[in-house]
């Protein structure tokens, strides 16, 4: 057996050998990759958050814009609105990544931050017709090899979530303009309510932060008839908020999880490694869950 793990690691997955792939317990990721390969893609979902994981974090040295910065455009915002954002991103971001606080403390905070964001949109009567422009303009980029990842799950048929705390309809349209907006694409996500003539009057449905995408598992995940029956899980994430999005598959059998450290290395590789089966470091491509797809299917 010993001879067959190194063989399927060495052989299979050199990927996983590469010095920024961390393991807590290499044996458990061996073995849910074999079983989930025995089990086939007929029972595979996968589920993925959206920024600054199927995004990249940054490229050539410039951090690549989220969904709620996106909306950062003259043609949506004015200046006094984009600059509110960027002071409420310069106070909470930092409260988001920071190591020391739990998430139940985070809680309540990204809980304001989402708010005060989402009322000052509201306010800029944000019109529906101006988002593909913005996100064409916005220099949003999806990691390396994205394409790959994307095509090979439409072509399995296998459901790809998309369940993020961001925008949902920039999300869309950044999936859209790349080209992957395939029928296998599920979208959870916090979607903009415009009125009879495209103008934004809201956010549809309950508020999506980064820690509670349990509830929204839950509630909005759980339903999904495409996701049912399906008990084999891998996992992308940037946050161990992003952990919950599996709390929604009902029996679940093999749960691959993989966690995208972009930021706060040194801080967080301790917590993550804890958390994630497989931690990638300042990894900007999709090779990993790549070699791991086309290892189980
Ligand atoms: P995600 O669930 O797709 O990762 O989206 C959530 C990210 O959005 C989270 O990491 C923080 C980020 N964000 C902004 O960049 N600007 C904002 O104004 C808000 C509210 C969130
Ligand atoms: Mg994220």
């Known amino acids: ?36 390969q025995h089990a ?6 996968v589920i993925s ?37 960027r002071k409420l991103l310069k106070i909470y971001y930092p409260i988001e990544i920071d190591p020391s606080l739990t998430s139940e403390q985070k809680i309540p905070l990204m809980v304001e931050w989402w708010t005060k964001v989402h009322h000052l949109l509201i306010q800029q009567k944000i019109q529906r017709d101006m988002l593909a422009q913005a996100v064409q303009e916005s220099g949003v980029i999806l990691r390396e090899g994205y394409e790959v990842f994307f095509d090979r799950l439409a072509e399995l048929q296998v459901p790809l979530l998309i369940f993020s705390a961001g925008v949902g309809d920039i999300l869309e349209e950044v999936v859209r303009q790349s080209q992957v907006f395939h029928p296998n694409v599920h979208v959870i996500s916090n979607c903009m309510d415009f009125d009879a003539n495209g103008v934004l009057r ?47 598959v009902a029996r679940p059998r093999n749960l691959l999880t993989v966690g995208f450290l972009n ?35």
């Open 1 to 36: 057996l010993a001879i067959w793990y190194q063989w399927t690691t060495r052989t299979e997955l050199p990927e996983l050998s590469k010095v920024s792939v961390l393991m807590r317990q290499r044996n458990k990721v061996e073995n849910t990759l074999r079983a989930m």
């Open 202 to 248: 809201g956010f549809k449905g309950p508020l999506i932060h980064t820690f509670n995408k349990r509830e929204g598992a839950l509630l909005l995940a759980a339903p999904l008839p495409e996701l049912r029956e399906r008990p084999n899980v891998l996992l992308l994430g940037d946050s161990l908020g992003d952990l919950a999005m599996a709390d929604g």
């Open 263 to 297: 930021d706060q290395v040194e801080e967080r590789t301790e917590s993550y490694v804890e958390a994630f089966d497989i931690v990638l470091v300042k990894d900007e491509t999709m090779e990993v869950p790549n070699a791991v797809l086309k290892f189980i299917t």
């Open 49 to 85: 958050d959206f920024d600054m994981t199927l995004s990249r974090f940054a490229h050539h040295g410039k951090r690549v814009p989220t969904t709620h910065n996106i909306l950062d455009h003259r043609l949506l915002i004015d200046e006094d609105c984009a600059c509110n954002m």
């Open 40 to 45: 086939g893609p007929g029972t595979l979902q």
